[in-house]
């Protein structure tokens, strides 16, 4: 019940994310879990749920390319995460970087903690932030 059975957990949140399946989340996320967006916000386990029911739809949510390393009751997995996303009227879809925390309670895995950076972009590419000043 290691890599595997992480790797298997983190499918099951892409679903959950891609389906809206506010429930779900109490399944697979840790009673203490917090998310960060990739702008920066930070939610717990309830108002991550609440994104759902608050305008959010995923069309397209996929994990791809992990990288599980475990330390005991503790996995850290590092992955490629792409959407088609739409919130509150606007399109937010793009690929990021996502780093997913699990820890094992009893017999089973859940998520203490999810972390987004992004969008990612090619080499050599300036991202949206970046502006030109002068001097």
């Keep these: ?18 389906t809206g399946d506010v429930d779900a989340y109490g399944e697979i996320l840790d009673e ?3 998310g960060i967006g990739p702008v920066g916000f930070v939610l717990d386990g309830e108002q991550w749920a ?3 029911r608050n305008g959010l739809r995923n069309e397209e949510f996929t994990v791809s390319d992990q990288r599980v390393r475990t330390f005991g009751d503790t996995a850290i997995v590092e992955a490629v995460q792409r959407q088609r996303t739409f919130a509150m009227g606007h399109e937010s ?10 820890v094992r309670r009893d ?3 859940v ?5 987004f950076s992004g969008p990612l972009i090619a080499p050599g590419e300036k991202p949206a ?6 001097g």
């Design 50 to 52: 609440a994104r759902h």
């Design 1 to 18: 019940m290691g890599e595997q059975a992480v790797v298997e957990l983190v499918q099951r949140w892409a679903e959950v994310e891609r």
């Design 129 to 134: 932030f970046v502006r030109t000043t002068e």
């Design 107 to 109: 017999s089973r895995w």
């Design 32 to 34: 203490d879990f917090r």
């Design 93 to 102: 879809s793009g690929s990021f970087r996502v780093a997913v925390v699990a």
């Design 111 to 115: 998520i203490a903690n999810v972390q």
